[in-house]
């Protein structure tokens, strides 16, 4: 009997626990909290959704699914009205919604919000998930299934929720032949041999996933583009995808190579003011459009990094995206227009060029046309100030491109949430238009007044089990599509549905895995670049640090450009003796970075050049702030660790061990950011390292010999 008993509580011990492989993502729909499920279970006892489509099918399916997981039981559907119905639809699938929601609600919901009341109807306690069409339901319904997998109370509802951003996109930078630029997760998902035949479950999957977060487009191919994805063969894959995608409100998007026309069209020019030209663009976007009808359109980088562009032809920016834009006009596509240039003829600051290059532009671009913009001026670092752009265009629409995949954040091995970087982006004010300008109000379109505005993310997905590699790189794709529907939530209430949905509501676990999450940007920043360092990774595959490299072609791809390390000091002059990038900005948003001695620490480097006597804030001087922040970063990083194991009751063994084992990788790797670093600057500072600062292990030849020619994502 004893035997019995622990067998049987073994189980039930380990039931919520079974492994994980991490592949449902933030929809597990496991049992709901304990706290809750009985008034759960009261207030849901029937679903009923108005409505035929295959998006409403999908509504219908992921409903009864999650709430067979949450509450342990079917749902039964039902005609009538009962206490506990959840009736979802649009008004006008029913006449009973149409009749319980007022015309103000409804409108604040738009075409793709939603609103979710809790109503007594004939005396009968019912939820009602109400939109304005069928994608709003959707995302209303995803939208209830999060309130009940995060333990949220549901007795007294009155949500209206709109996104702010109008496209909401991942960015693949995948390959035909299945590698992911920059992927640490595996091969591309999108198997393109066996499309457009088999339909792998993953992309239903994966339209889920995104659906749940409000993304509604893909650009399914890398920036850095291949012609051979705009020929028939691959335009049927393409549409093959795009069918899957469709039901979950997911438009796809390719990038377009600009020689295309020469490439696969046999044309000896591509030259954008070419009428045969500007023709094969018509008639490709007609061909794709004949196969997708509701293709989203284009996303373009040109002369940049030895791509292809209208420059090749003298031509402009803007006359290279006015062409295609005018090719995808008459079926509403759109063209995302990369503004990630630099280039190896101009000597200038790599920090100005893009703002001297497009700001001229500013009004000639067709109306279809957003200008995609990094987040940063330079590419991706742990830390940048606001790209300079931002504000500078009031006249065009300027997209948000933010990287998911960890290219320069510690790529697959470390933890590092970066909605904190996000939001510290998006909350940067530019003063285009005095006080409160901030980057948000300019990519969600508020500050200039246009409609078509967008935020993307470069995408951290592959073909690995759970999606993104690392368990807790799911959780930037999650922030990336929360922002972009809500750019106001918090970093920390994002990091909070997160963990409820991923791990559980375990009060303890979640606080401590939101302490790790939102600590785990600003850590990075310490132990790779702190003080505004940015561009000292290894050369190519970006995996490690080199700061040592001076030798490569072009002189902005060396990280000796970026960090000038002498033996007055470090850091890039960007002020008025320098490259006087920061006159890029409005004076009122230099004010915290413009004079060294008052200076913004955390952008001190990126701004000024000062010597390693400088003295900090805390009165230290830089050289030993500067050892004291990668020691710092180790730390914390231990730190991380220690609370990380502190849930292993509440963790499933299979990902406990996997991030266990990731988190001595990240301890490893710290510790070598900070050794080699320290080393290689202290030859120009020619100061020790001194108590109760770390000793480097190796020697700094050790480092610099390093080598890893299969680093992943190269
Ligand atoms: C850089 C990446 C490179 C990309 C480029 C881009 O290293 O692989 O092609 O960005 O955004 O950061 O185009």
């Excluded at 008639?283 to 996303?299: C, R, V």
């Excluded at 330079?378 to 491109?401: N, Q, S, V, W, Y």
């Excluded at 299979?654 to 202290?682: G, N, P, T």
Aim: hydrophobic content about 40%.
């Amino acid at each position: 009997m004893k035997k019995i008993l622990f067998f049987f509580l073994a189980i039930s011990c380990c039931g919520s626990l079974a492994a994980e492989n991490g592949y449902e993502c933030w929809l597990r729909y496991t049992t709901a909290d304990k706290s809750v499920i009985k008034s759960y279970r009261q207030r849901i006892q029937s679903i009923t959704l108005f409505g035929t489509s295959s998006t409403i099918d999908a509504a219908r399916f992921e409903l009864s699914t999650a709430l067979l997981g949450l509450l342990g039981k079917t749902i039964p559907g039902s005609n009538s009205i009962r206490d506990g119905s959840v009736i979802a639809g649009t008004t006008s699938s029913s006449i009973l919604l149409s009749k319980n929601i007022t015309v103000s609600d409804l409108s604040q919901a738009g075409t793709e919000g939603f609103v979710i009341l809790s109503k007594i109807i004939d005396g009968k306690n019912c939820t009602l998930i109400i939109a304005n069409s069928d994608i709003g339901v959707l995302y209303g319904v995803f939208h209830f299934l999060r309130l009940l997998q995060t333990a949220q109370p549901i007795q007294s509802l009155h949500i209206i929720s709109a996104p702010r951003i109008k496209l909401r996109l991942l960015n693949h930078w995948d390959n035909l032949n299945r590698t992911v630029e920059r992927g640490y997760a595996g091969s591309s998902i999108w198997n393109w041999h066996t499309l457009p035949g088999y339909i792998d479950q993953r992309y239903t999957d994966y339209a889920r996933l995104n659906a749940s977060i409000g993304i509604n487009g893909t650009v399914l191919t890398n920036v850095n583009a291949n012609a051979t994805a705009l020929t028939r063969p691959y335009l049927e894959k393409v549409a093959a995808l795009a069918n899957t995608f469709r039901p979950y409100g997911i438009k796809v998007y390719l990038t377009a190579r600009f020689s295309a026309p020469i490439e696969i069209g046999g044309l000896k020019t591509a030259d954008p003011l070419d009428p045969a030209v500007r023709d094969w663009w018509k008639q490709k976007a007609d061909e794709i459009y004949s196969l997708i009808p509701d293709f989203g359109g284009f996303l373009v980088k040109a002369n940049s990094e030895g791509q292809p562009g209208p420059q090749n032809y003298n031509r402009t920016h803007a006359d290279g995206a006015n062409m295609m834009a005018a090719a995808v006009a008459p079926h509403k596509g759109i063209i995302m227009w990369r503004a990630f240039v630099y280039s190896s003829e101009n000597p200038d600051d790599r920090h100005k060029q893009a703002y001297i290059d497009f700001t001229p532009l500013d009004g000639k671009f067709a109306d279809n046309v957003l200008v995609q913009v990094k987040n940063g001026p330079i590419d991706f670092m742990p830390r940048e100030p606001f790209h300079p752009l931002f504000g500078a265009m009031p006249k065009t629409p300027l997209m948000m491109e933010f990287q998911l995949t960890q290219e320069y954040t510690g790529q697959g091995t470390h933890l590092v949430y970066l909605a904190p970087m996000f939001k510290e982006c998006l909350e940067s004010d530019t003063y285009a238009k005095g006080e409160g300008s901030t980057v948000a109000k300019v990519v969600d379109g508020s500050l200039d007044d246009h409609s078509l505005n967008g935020m993307a993310g470069v995408s951290n997905i592959g073909a690995d089990i759970n999606w993104c590699g690392h368990p807790f790189a799911q959780a930037n794709w999650y922030a990336l599509g929360r922002l972009s529907w809500d750019h106001q939530l918090s970093a920390d209430t994002i990091a909070d549905e997160w963990v409820r949905q991923s791990f559980s509501n375990h009060i303890p676990l979640v606080r401590d895995l939101k302490f790790i999450m939102l600590s785990s940007r600003e850590i990075m920043v310490q132990y790779m670049n702190p003080l505004g360092l940015h561009h000292i990774m290894g050369t190519g595959h970006h995996y490690g640090p080199a700061p040592w490299v001076n030798d490569l072609s072009r002189p902005e791809w060396n990280p000796v450009y970026y960090h000038r390390a002498d033996s007055f000091g470090i850091g890039f002059d960007r002020t008025k003796s320098g490259s006087n990038a920061i006159a890029q900005y409005k004076p009122e948003a230099t004010e915290l970075w413009r004079d060294s001695n008052d200076c913004d620490e955390r952008y001190l480097l990126w701004f000024h050049h000062v010597c390693w006597n400088h003295r900090m804030r805390s009165g230290q001087t830089l050289w030993t702030a500067l050892c004291m922040y990668y020691n710092m970063g180790v730390d914390r990083v231990s730190v991380m660790k220690i609370v990380w194991e502190k849930q292993k009751p509440f963790v499933d063994a299979v990902r406990f061990k996997q991030v266990s084992m990731l988190l001595d990788i990240q301890y490893e790797e710290a510790c070598w950011w900070r050794d080699a670093c320290l080393l290689y600057f202290q030859t120009f500072s020619k100061q020790p390292i001194k108590e109760p600062f770390v000793q480097p292990t190796h020697t700094l030849d050790y480092y610099k010999q390093l080598r890893f020619p299969y680093a992943p994502g190269n």
